[in-house]
């Protein structure tokens, strides 16, 4: 059986993919920025958040875990600190904390933007983490490349590294931002299927593209 035939990107609302009823093991994604959501940081702070806990309260992975890679945001002298927000909101749906690692994107100066980002997995009831040598490491440093002008994207190997952490092989992904298709790719070099949600119709067809044509490269190790 092909990937295509047991994995799959909607091109739609996650609100909408969600209320599909899917079956999938683990959730793994990054949220959209204010900007993707037409959204200015601390004025819209309500609704941004008020979406995203709408959006958390329907996964329902089977193996409980949910993992959200985020930055915080640097804005009129502030910081918005994003990745606590999510983590008040996963504790309101039941979920605790699990780890919080950093991703560091980037070791030049920047002052608008924060150059790591918190990967920070959550469980609720019962759950199983494998422990694995590349997860372990507290920091993990994988600098940060646009792909054909999209720059909203992750390295593979962010994907990678918690996906072989929380499944086994065979089994379901699903990223409800999938944006250019990083946890597809990372599922299919580590033989897993994913589900997916991308709601932009250009970035999807970017996506299916680059998924389509990838092939799945050797197992690296990193530190
Ligand atoms: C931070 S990016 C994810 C990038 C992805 N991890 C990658 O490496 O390519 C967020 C993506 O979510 C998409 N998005 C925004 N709102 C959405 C929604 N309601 N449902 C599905 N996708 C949405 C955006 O178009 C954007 O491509």
């Given at each position: ?81 994003k ?33 790591y ?5 959550y ?70 299927k ?18 389509n ?11």
């Amino acid at each position: 059986m092909s990937y295509s035939e047991i994995s799959n990107i909607y091109n739609e609302d996650c609100l909408i993919t969600l209320g599909r009823e899917l079956e999938y093991d683990y959730v793994f994604f990054s949220p959209p920025e204010y900007s993707e959501m037409g959204l200015e940081p601390l004025k819209d702070d309500k609704k941004y958040f008020g979406w995203m806990e709408e959006v958390y309260s329907k996964f329902n992975p089977r193996k409980n875990i949910v993992t959200i890679v985020i930055s915080d945001r640097r804005f009129k002298r502030k910081t918005i600190p994003k990745h606590q927000y999510c983590t008040d909101i996963m504790k309101n749906l039941g979920y605790d904390l699990l780890n919080q690692k950093i991703w560091e994107k980037s070791r030049e100066i920047n002052m608008f933007r924060y150059n790591y980002a918190f990967v920070m997995s959550y469980a609720r009831k019962s759950f199983k983490s494998k422990n694995t040598k590349l997860f372990k490491y507290d920091t993990w440093f994988h600098p940060h490349h646009s792909y054909k002008g999209y720059s909203y994207n992750m390295p593979q190997e962010v994907a990678e590294r918690c996906i072989g952490n929380y499944t086994e092989e065979g089994d379901i992904v699903y990223d409800p931002f999938m944006g250019i298709g990083t946890t597809a790719l990372a599922c299919k070099k580590l033989n897993r299927k994913y589900l997916g949600s991308e709601i932009d119709s250009e970035t999807f067809e970017m996506g299916m593209n680059r998924i389509n044509q990838s092939t799945i490269g050797s197992i690296e190790k990193w530190s």
